[in-house]
């Protein structure tokens, strides 16, 4: 089954544990982005990876690293969380071409305290 | 900067015909991606247009114009499940993968 995966899907740690949120996808996609999802502001993204080694900031990098070192997996890191990362977050795949459409993960709720 | 605008939140009745709009102005425009959201879940492609005009997929149509930065998508014979949230989003000039989101119309559908 075509999917993107991510784990944990929930998470609550403390200010200032380093972190990281896995993403993988079975659909052999060269794009994969992370966002994430706040009340009110909608979807934000994060980081985007156009293939492996190569990645890009998107709207709110601050406070983020991503690495994308195979094709499938694109790993979240939070050096060093603060509350203000509390946030629902989503990692996407697609594959260029017209219809562009981005799969996205089922996503994964943080809470830093 | 990106400006996307729609509305935050429509009612219609089931079986009856609704159109929810968006605006944008962005640097650069690739083309206009529609997501229907339901509450909890991951968003799930609906559309993407890149040319003016209006595709058609069942009961869910999207239009595009791209002089007037304007968008909408048309959902008719509404059905109770299509109670959820729907996502214009923008991708940019430079690829397909930097896209940027608007807030969202959360669309409910009564009896």
């Known amino acids: 089954e075509a999917q993107v995966t991510q784990n944990p899907r929930y998470l609550i740690t403390v200010t200032g544990k380093k972190l990281t949120v896995t993403c993988s996808q079975n659909?052999?996609?060269?794009?994969m982005s992370w966002y994430r999802q706040d009340p009110g502001l909608g979807l934000r993204q994060i980081y985007y990876?156009?293939?492996?080694?190569?990645?890009d900031k998107g709207d709110v990098p601050e406070g983020y690293k991503v690495s994308r070192k195979e094709k499938r997996n694109f790993p979240l890191i939070l050096e060093s969380p603060s509350p203000n990362q509390t946030s629902l977050y989503f990692c996407?795949?697609?594959?260029?071409?017209?219809?562009?459409?981005?799969?996205f993960g089922p996503g994964t709720r943080l809470t830093v305290t | 900067g990106q400006n996307i605008d729609q509305p935050t939140e429509m009612t219609a009745t089931e079986g009856a015909i609704v159109q929810i709009n968006c605006t944008y102005q962005?640097?650069?425009?690739?083309?206009l991606f529609w997501y229907q959201q339901h509450a909890g879940e991951a968003p799930t492609f609906l559309s993407y247009?890149?040319?003016?005009g209006l595709e058609e997929k069942g009961r869910f149509s999207s239009f595009l114009s791209r002089s007037k930065g304007y968008s909408y998508l048309l959902l008719k014979e509404l059905q109770m499940k299509d109670s959820a949230s729907y996502l214009c989003?923008?991708?940019?000039?430079?690829?397909?993968?930097?896209?940027?989101f608007g807030t969202g119309t959360k669309l409910q559908v009564i009896p």
């Open positions: 996407a795949s697609s594959s260029p071409g017209r219809s562009a459409e981005q799969y």
């Open positions: 659909m052999n996609h060269e794009y």
């Open positions: 990876s156009m293939n492996v080694e190569v990645t």
């Open positions: 962005t640097s650069g425009f690739n083309g």
């Open positions: 247009n890149v040319l003016d």
């Open positions: 989003a923008v991708s940019l000039s430079g690829g397909y993968q930097k896209v940027t």
